[in-house]
């Protein structure tokens, strides 16, 4: 098993920036990929942003140039830098570990993070 546990959210006006942290322990294979996705009240929950164990990163479209996602492999640690929020960033935050236990590939999910953006 694996657990997740955020860190990081709150309040932060329209321009400012948050860093969002993930801590994993448990069983954590070398091979994963961890990411952050975010679900708006009524919406589904959506992909931010991910990276692999070898530093490979992919970006929703609408947190290009203001996200960076980083990994610390030694720590089990995944953050989230995020610049010039804005409204419509609100949302509660979930960390994600991804491993292949064979056959199958197995997902892992924090509890969750509420970021809001609000004058």
């Known amino acids: 098993q694996v657990q997740l546990v955020e860190s990081g959210g709150g309040l932060v006006q329209p321009g400012g920036s948050l860093r969002l942290s993930c801590a994993a322990s448990?069983?954590?294979?070398?091979?994963?990929?961890m990411g952050w996705y975010r679900q708006a009240p009524g919406k589904q929950r959506k992909l931010v942003a991910t990276?692999?164990?070898?530093?490979?990163?992919n970006y929703a479209d609408s947190v290009k140039g203001r996200f960076t996602i980083s990994r610390d492999n030694a720590k089990n640690m995944v953050y989230l830098q995020m610049n010039s929020l804005k409204p419509e960033d609100t949302a509660v935050y979930y960390c994600?570990?991804?491993?292949?236990?064979?056959?199958?590939?197995?997902?892992?999910w924090g509890q969750g993070t509420q970021v809001t953006v609000s004058s």
């Open positions: 448990g069983s954590i294979f070398t091979i994963n990929t």
């Open positions: 994600n570990l991804r491993q292949l236990t064979a056959p199958v590939w197995s997902d892992y």
């Open positions: 990276i692999t164990s070898i530093l490979f990163t």
